[in-house]
Nanobody, 122 residues
């Protein structure tokens, strides 16, 4: 069964940290890029970060220097380490898979997780 499961979200204060995990199953994890996306209430889903099958990593300007994505192919897991969190980071965070390369078009990602809530209080 093809599945992506996010975890690690929660409530954190301004300036705090969280580490999100995305565990994949049911497809060949090693040859897929994994993107992180977020959606705040009333806003469109936006890309946060993506790590390609070869390990290249991309970040949205809004999170550069604060978020770090990494992958552990042995565990079929991608992580998103988030530091210096701000209230504007509050959203549901999703991971999604795309074959090999990161792409900017969100609809092109084939498989999606159910999301994990991140709330940053001021």
């Amino acid at each position: 069964q093809l599945q992506l499961v996010e975890s690690g979200g929660g409530l954190v204060q301004l300036g705090g940290s969280l580490r999100l995990s995305c565990v994949a199953s049911g497809f060949t994890f090693d040859n897929h890029a994994i993107g992180w996306f977020r959606q705040a209430p009333g806003k469109e889903r936006e890309g946060v970060s993506c790590i390609s099958a070869t390990g290249s990593v991309y970040y949205a300007d809004s999170v550069k220097g604060r978020f770090t994505a990494s992958r552990d192919n042995a565990k079929n897991t991608v992580y998103l380490q988030m530091h210096s969190l701000k209230p504007e980071d509050t959203a549901v965070y999703y991971c999604a898979a795309h074959l090999v390369q990161c792409v900017s078009s969100i609809p092109e990602y084939d498989y999606w997780g159910q999301g994990t809530q991140v709330t940053v209080s001021s």
